[in-house]
């Protein structure tokens, strides 16, 4: 239909710092004027749930999280959503980090 507005592009970002999701979250949409719809997930677990909701253009994982770290949910994403684009996003990188 002529008449549909393009969709919009889905971003999951997943993190658990609380306060950095807020304000990424808030960045993304100012940037992107309302293009852009982003999700946010403070634990793998809940990252799953949004993933099974609906699918994602990118998710952008935190390196550094409890229970599951970022490369052990690469892994676990690889695995239920092949093809999933992601990135990967730390505060805390190390020269070991990088060559991933």
Same mark, same amino acid.
């Given at each position: 239909m002529p008449d549909e507005?393009?969709?919009r592009k889905q971003f999951l970002f997943v *993190?658990? *710092? @609380? #306060?950095f999701l807020a304000g990424i979250s808030?960045?993304?949409?100012?940037?992107s004027r309302g293009s852009w719809e982003v999700f946010t997930a403070e634990s793998h677990s809940q990252a799953l749930v949004v993933l099974r909701e609906r699918s994602m253009d990118v998710v952008v994982l935190d390196l550094d999280m409890p229970v599951m770290d970022g490369l052990q949910f690469l892994r676990l994403l690889a695995r239920s959503h092949p093809g999933q684009q992601v990135a990967i996003l730390t #505060?805390? @990188?190390t020269e070991e980090t990088r060559k991933l």
């Open positions: 507005l393009p969709r *993190d658990d *710092d @609380a #306060g808030q960045f993304f949409s100012e940037m #505060g805390h @990188a």
